[in-house]
């Protein structure tokens, strides 16, 4: 007897514990039975424990789990069998519908190519920043685990600050630097700090997607500003809004079209800047990855009262690093501060600090040699392998810097044509026309070429040029038949 009684005893424990924050222990033990039986874990029909075996095993009083039965009783959720216990209703009730809120897919991008923004990372490269950040971590001070600065690390600043005076002539303080999460943040917090909605801004077209999804968020008015070999024109700004607040130009390597901006047109656009009271939004896009000729210096480095320089570690390192950084003008820099003390106070500071490591012992220069050597090598094999799959069909661009180049499509092909061949490419190229606001103009792709095997980009080169060719082959047979 004593040994089935055991064996009896443990079959009835339940898998069930109490949580002292649902008030007085009868409620306490309620909650628990009730939400194993509601979970499923506590099946139609099952017997419960007697009042005293169960109080036994929850360390309570007998009258509590007394009370706690009497009440998932008059709530149906159990039934009472006279002379052999209490037990799991067999029909439940229903409980109340709860309402579905739709939930959204994974937003991560699948990683296929000719997708922009990937990166090659050097396994050297991380177990250098690693190392540096674990040593910032280790040596963590009062003053490093607390609330830091709003512009973020100074360690870093100071390398940024060394950085653009070498290579894109640009002198300032490292006081006037602000460190952010990415070129978006950073335009939002100047969108926020100088303009109000409804301002309008010269925006590149085509221009930078990313930049013109936080212009519509920011609830800003973007009016169109075509390009030519020289970069932005300016005339046409003046016509269509001689009166805007700020202008967004990719001046160095001006995305998607890889034109340098003129430095007739640079002058032209500080001159209207400064006349106007406006604000220029210098975003450097690729601007490390130069394959010919000396850098260019940066448009602030020019005239940088009226400039906000935008940088990022995103194309040097990795987009999941999530470190960039803004130069601002002495003058705006309390009020931008103010924006983003009032959004997320300040950025985290050890991974900056490992990054100003790598800058002040030339790491990040070494890898910035040993990728350029790469990049230049995966834009020759895809402007190579697209050619000759691609016959007439696309007029490829070789650019003398950055991380992707332009495959024109010939005249009068329609954007619906170039999501059709795209797609049965199976590459993740985006088309000219969707970085445009004014739907003129000629259509293409824009391949990204970093952060992939030379052979995966051959053969994504080939998919696209050869599909095509046969899209644009159809198109003529069809003509010739009219």
């Not at 036994?56 to 069998?81: I, P």
């Not at 640079?266 to 800047?273: F, G, T």
Request: some cysteine; hydrophobic content about 45%; charged content about 25%.
């Amino acid at each position: 007897m004593p040994t089935t009684s055991a064996v009896r005893r443990r079959a009835l424990d339940l898998p069930i514990s109490l949580d002292p924050t649902h008030g007085a222990t009868s409620d306490q033990v309620r909650f628990a039975l009730r939400s194993a039986i509601v979970d499923g874990r506590l099946a139609p029909g099952s017997r419960l424990p007697s009042s005293r075996v169960l109080a036994d095993q929850l360390k309570v009083r007998r009258n509590a789990v007394v009370a706690a039965y009497e009440h998932l009783l008059s709530d149906g959720l159990v039934e009472a069998r006279h002379g052999s216990g209490t037990f799991v209703a067999t029909a439940l009730p229903m409980p109340p519908p709860v309402a579905e809120s739709p939930v959204p897919a994974s937003m991560i991008i699948p990683r296929r190519p000719f997708e922009l923004g990937s990166t090659h990372v050097d396994p050297r490269l991380l177990r250098q920043l690693g190392n540096a950040a674990r040593r910032h971590i280790v040596a963590a001070g009062s003053d490093e685990l607390g609330y830091g600065d709003p512009r973020g690390s100074l360690r870093l600043r100071r390398q940024i600050a060394r950085y653009l005076a070498t290579a894109r002539g640009i002198r300032c303080d490292p006081g006037c630097i602000v460190v952010v999460s990415g070129t978006q943040h950073a335009i939002r917090l100047c969108l926020d700090a100088l303009l109000k909605r409804g301002d309008t801004i010269w925006m590149e077209d085509p221009g930078y997607h990313a930049a013109q999804r936080t212009f519509r968020a920011a609830g800003m008015t973007m009016v169109p500003v075509p390009i030519d070999d020289e970069g932005i024109r300016v005339a046409v700004g003046l016509q269509r809004a001689p009166r805007a607040r700020a202008a967004y130009v990719t001046p160095s390597h001006q995305f998607p079209t890889g034109v340098t901006m003129s430095m007739g047109r640079r002058v032209a656009l500080l001159e209207w800047a400064r006349a106007s009271d406006a604000w220029i939004l210098e975003d450097d896009y690729d601007s490390e990855f130069r394959y010919a000729g000396p850098p260019l210096t940066a448009l602030a480095g020019i005239g940088g009262e009226r400039v906000i320089y935008i940088g990022t570690f995103t194309k040097m390192l990795f987009a999941g690093l999530r470190i960039a950084y803004a130069v601002l003008p002495p003058e705006l820099v309390e009020r931008v501060i103010a924006a983003r003390a009032a959004i997320d106070r300040f950025p985290p500071g050890f991974m900056a600090d490992a990054v100003a490591d790598l800058m002040a012992e030339d790491m990040l220069a070494g890898h910035l040699r040993r990728m350029r050597q790469r990049y230049r090598e995966a834009r020759d094999a895809v402007a190579a392998a697209l050619a000759m799959a691609a016959g007439d069909a696309l007029e490829v661009v070789v650019p003398t810097q950055g991380l992707h180049l332009v495959a024109y499509l010939p005249s009068g092909v329609t954007a619906a044509a170039a999501a059709r061949i795209r797609g049965a490419s199976g590459v993740a190229t985006r088309l000219i026309s969707e970085s445009r606001l004014d739907p003129a103009g000629r259509d293409g792709f824009i391949v990204g070429y970093s952060g992939y095997g030379l052979d995966e980009l051959r053969d994504a080169a080939e998919r696209l040029g050869g599909a095509a060719r046969r899209h644009v082959g159809r198109t003529v047979a069809r003509a010739a038949g009219r």
